[in-house]
């Protein structure tokens, strides 16, 4: 059980219930999910737990800082975990969804605080184009992933996270962070 969770609700006048410890395991597990993904993973466990209950618990714990979610396209969001931090790219052909660190947009979040004082929560955002195996510009890392170049002449390495098919299980595995050569 998520102590630290429980103390939180606790302050709050609410309780560490058993569906709420399954969602955020759920989401824990899934690294990036929809609340439907997520759903099924508590499903799985526990059979009477409705969407409802997990789109709640969902927002509850976005309340508590505890999950974050992005929306990446079209369709319902992905929830992770708070610390989960990196941007999304989505490729407009193939749906390939690729993380790339919060730090390739340092210079605009500076940019819109000192020009607009807009703070800018560059986890949050999910930047649509063409992934470079669709663009033809693709090459192959030693980790298997593929490699863009940013506008700066510096290489970022990406993995696969998902697909544009929310109900399928590509999500599911934990992505690992990944850190652009800056």
Avoid: W
């Avoid at 630290?4 to 955020?24: A, I, N, Y």
């Amino acid at each position: 059980m998520d102590t630290s969770l429980k103390g939180t609700l606790h302050k709050r006048g609410l309780r560490m219930t058993p569906q709420r410890q399954l969602v955020l395991d759920a989401v824990r597990e899934l690294g990036h999910a929809t609340p439907e993904q997520v759903c099924t993973r508590v499903q799985a466990t526990a059979p009477a737990v409705n969407i409802t209950t997990v789109y709640r618990t969902l927002d509850l714990l976005e309340d508590l800082g505890v999950v974050r979610h992005a929306h990446l396209g079209h369709g319902a969001p992905t929830y992770s975990e708070h610390q989960h931090r990196h941007l999304h790219l989505v490729c407009h052909d193939c749906g390939r969804v690729d993380e790339a660190p919060a730090e390739l947009l340092s210079d605009v979040a500076s940019r819109t605080r000192a020009e607009l004082g807009f703070h800018l929560d560059s986890t949050h955002v999910a930047l649509s184009g063409t992934c470079a195996d669709c663009s033809g510009a693709s090459s192959t890392t030693a980790g298997g992933g593929t490699a863009g170049t940013t506008a700066g002449g510096g290489t970022i390495s990406t993995i696969e996270t998902s697909t544009t098919d929310q109900n399928d299980d590509a999500a599911s595995a934990s992505p690992e962070a990944v850190k652009g050569d800056r």
